[in-house]
Nanobody, 116 residues
């Protein structure tokens, strides 16, 4: 059973930056996708970015808009989301997700609040 724990959220002003981390515990990750989702207040979860775990190939949604970078450290079983030039629309809970085959695992989320 894969367990995911996010950290790095917080309160930041418009234009600021945050670097989110998600540490996976349990079996060593191999294959599959690691992704970041965002859930804005009163809305569903939207994909921000995802990465093929083995190759590191990234894919970004329009939400990332060239401001966010997903990366990973295989040795640490950790995925990161560097977020730059944040705006108030980026406010929400950010969730880490790992999918492989029929398995899908979620972290508890980390709150990001961007003030104007």
């Amino acid at each position: 059973q894969v367990q995911l724990v996010e950290s790095g959220g917080g309160l930041v002003q418009t234009g600021g930056s945050l670097n989110l981390s998600c540490v996976a515990s349990g079996p060593t990750l191999s294959g599959g996708w690691m992704a970041w989702f965002r859930q804005a207040p009163g809305k569903g979860r939207d994909l921000v970015a995802r990465m093929l775990w083995n190759s590191g190939w990234p894919h970004y949604s329009d939400l990332a808009a060239g401001r966010f970078t997903i990366s990973r450290d295989i040795a640490k079983n950790t995925v990161y989301l560097q977020m730059n030039n944040l705006n108030v629309d980026d406010t929400g809970v950010y969730y880490c997700n790992y999918e492989k085959g029929s398995g899908s695992y979620w972290g508890q989320g980390t709150q990001v609040t961007v003030s104007s």
